[in-house]
């Protein structure tokens, strides 16, 4: 196995031993607080992965990193564009790491295969009909929300949950029921890679 300590407070990551720790007391998958500042890990089952290191663990470049969240702006009622796809578009970019969210046509493509978490909340205003929002991979949907209370002025259909997609995948909002008339303002869309497969 292969230990290496980590200290907080100065982000180093240092290979200590390729032999076990001295410790009765602690076994090689158990954390051993050394003064309360340090952490020394143990992993007995090092990376196979071609971006593993030595250490037994995943090291990626900041390249790797995937993540993008999306708003709007404005009241805009839909466009000819939208009423016909009634995909959801967005026209302000919060976040855009890894520039795989495209602002046009408000779709995210996967970069690579893995598990992603996406999250939506798309407000209908002054619209007493039902709408139904599903989040949808490659023209299937994958999640639904609704709203419908006819009490409110302002509403948001939300949800969110964890998908595996593949490399090159799409997955954007799409109206499945009723109409954002008086636009869909404050409503956002977001997402990021939880891990690689």
């Known amino acids: 196995p292969h ?5 907080p407070s100065s982000f180093l990551l240092l290979l200590l031993l390729s032999a076990p720790l001295e410790s009765g007391a602690q076994n090689d998958t158990e954390p051993i607080i050394l003064e309360g500042k340090c952490l020394v890990v143990c992993d007995s089952t090092p990376s196979s992965e071609p971006a593993g290191s030595a250490l037994g663990m995943s090291v990626r470049s900041g390249s790797g990193r995937v993540a993008f969240s999306a708003s ?5 009622e839909p466009t000819d564009m939208s009423n016909r ?9 919060l976040v855009n790491v890894g520039t795989h969210f495209d602002q046009e046509s408000s779709v995210f493509v996967a970069p690579r295969r893995g ?4 999250n939506f909340h798309v407000v209908k205003a002054y619209n007493r009909q039902t709408i139904q929002v ?3 991979v490659n023209g299937w949907p994958m999640i639904s929300a609704f709203a ?14 964890l998908v595996i997609l593949e490399k090159g995948d799409k997955a954007y909002l799409r109206l499945e029921k009723g109409n954002l008339m ?7 869309f977001s997402g990021f890679l ?3 497969l």
């Open 3 to 7: 230990h290496f300590l980590f200290c």
């Open 72 to 76: 709007r702006q404005t009241n805009h």
């Open 85 to 93: 796809t009634m995909i959801i578009y967005f026209d302000n970019i």
């Open 115 to 118: 598990v992603y978490s996406f």
């Open 134 to 136: 599903n989040l949808m």
């Open 148 to 161: 419908g209370d006819q009490d409110v002025t302002r509403e948001a259909a939300t949800n969110a949950g």
């Open 182 to 188: 008086g636009g869909w303002k404050f409503s956002t």
């Open 194 to 196: 939880v891990f690689p």
